[in-house]
């Protein structure tokens, strides 16, 4: 197996894991906490796939979906284009409010779709790739990617974790 093989493959359980954290929630269920300043389903879901967007379309030199194919205005959020959910107060991811679960898997699998464009060409010695001087050391492109699907799994974790709270 290749790299981009794994990597593809990785990518692909987060979307797989999420879709059945997601799918058929109303969108009271994606909106609702289980407890004081705990995050939904919706937002987490949410969240993860702004990272992904974000991170992959800047290290891929593409423009993110979200913006590209219209899914920030198909949303409608009270939020910045730009933004990810990096850093939200409570009072924001309140207001983060997905419209329905059929739109956010259809923005999910757009993300895929670019995701798996873009690491379907790598090669081993594109990890090498420094793609972020701001950290001591520098950040390559393996360690981005790795850091991107940890933060998906881990979110993605946690909405299926609510929806089970949730009873659904």
Not at 80 to 91: I, K, L, N, P, V
Request: net charge negative; charged share 20%; glycine share 8%.
């Amino acid at each position: 197996m290749r790299t981009s093989e794994l990597l593809r493959y990785a990518y692909a359980q987060v979307g797989e894991t999420l879709r059945r954290a997601v799918a058929d929630l109303t969108p009271e269920q994606l909106a609702q906490r289980p407890g004081p300043g705990a995050n939904p389903v919706g937002w987490l879901a949410w969240h993860l796939l702004r990272v992904q967007d974000d991170h992959l379309a800047d290290v891929a030199g593409t423009a993110q979906v979200w913006t590209a194919q219209g899914f920030a205005a198909r949303f409608g959020l009270p939020v910045d284009d730009a933004a990810t959910g990096y850093g939200m107060s409570a009072e924001e991811v309140e207001a983060v409010r997905v419209p329905s679960a059929g739109l956010l898997l259809e923005y999910a699998d757009a993300v895929a779709a670019a995701s798996d464009a873009f690491l379907d060409g790598l090669t081993d010695d594109d990890l090498d790739r420094v793609v972020d001087e701001r950290w001591d050391p520098p950040v390559t492109l393996g360690v981005r990617l790795v850091s991107v699907l940890s933060d998906d799994l881990q979110h993605v974790g946690q909405a299926a974790y609510v929806r089970g709270l949730l009873g659904a």
